[in-house]
């Protein structure tokens, strides 16, 4: 038993990756934006910036695929009406289903060569990383990025070496805020749902958490959809996964 976060008496932690450990937002903008520019006019003539990509992440590649190709499928519709765009799940009832295969094959290739590039761990991860590994803690990572990419960007981040399992979306038949991946995740650790805290940034992680009964802990500097963190039902939020010394 460890208390963690002055609050959590656990034995095991699950941990996300992507607006949790490192902040990912640009090396999926260099791929979408490479992406884009191999399709057809007039999406090749498009490109996405960094709020838009922080508003659909967090999902997993497909959906993140199929709102970039909405959202500038509307945008485009935007540009020929003199209307305007917005963002939202409902796009995706816009998107352009003819070119998605495309669109999968060359973000897959386009993710591969920039993994971690252009991406940062956040401040106070490693420390914090140490601390629930030295306090002998079980630990993995559990992303809805593809398993291999995830994997990747670990290692490239020094990470790897804090997690007992690393799992992605593709890793069971359903993704976050499913619980089931939290339950397997559970299972791999060998550690009941209740004494394993999960640590994400969005209410994606939240309601996968409280669905497998599991306590959670959010950051505050995450992307949760573009909606403000706080707002979201969790048992606490933090600044930092650096915690006190005290605790």
Not at 34 to 49: S, Y
Request: net charge negative.
């Amino acid at each position: 038993m460890t208390r963690v976060f002055g609050q959590f008496d656990v034995d095991a932690v699950i941990v996300d990756l992507d607006g949790t450990m490192v902040d990912t937002l640009d090396d999926f903008c260099v791929a979408l934006n490479r992406m884009l520019g191999d399709l057809p006019a007039p999406f090749g003539n498009h490109r996405i910036d960094r709020a838009t990509v922080a508003r659909l992440v967090g999902k997993g590649s497909e959906h993140l695929i199929k709102m970039v190709l909405a959202h500038v499928n509307r945008a485009q519709e935007a540009i020929n009406s003199g209307a305007s765009a917005a963002v939202s799940d409902a796009l995706e009832s816009t998107w352009p289903e003819h070119l998605y295969p495309q669109a999968w094959q060359s973000y897959q290739g386009h993710y591969l060569a920039v993994n971690g590039q252009h991406a940062t761990l956040y401040p106070g991860v490693q420390a914090g990383l140490e601390q629930l590994q030295a306090a002998g803690l079980k630990m993995a990572c559990l992303t809805n990025k593809p398993t291999a990419f995830a994997v990747a960007l670990l290692k490239a981040k020094g990470l790897d070496g804090f997690f007992e399992v690393t799992f992605g979306g593709d890793a069971f038949e359903r993704k976050k805020p499913d619980p089931l991946p939290l339950l397997k995740t559970c299972e791999a650790l060998h550690c009941a749902p209740h004494r394993t805290l999960m640590i994400g940034d969005s209410s994606n992680d939240a309601r996968a958490a409280r669905a497998a009964n599991c306590p959670v802990l959010l950051v505050t500097y995450g992307y949760n959809h573009g909606e403000p963190v706080r707002a979201v039902d969790a048992d606490a939020f933090t600044d930092s996964l650096q915690f006190p010394a005290s605790s």
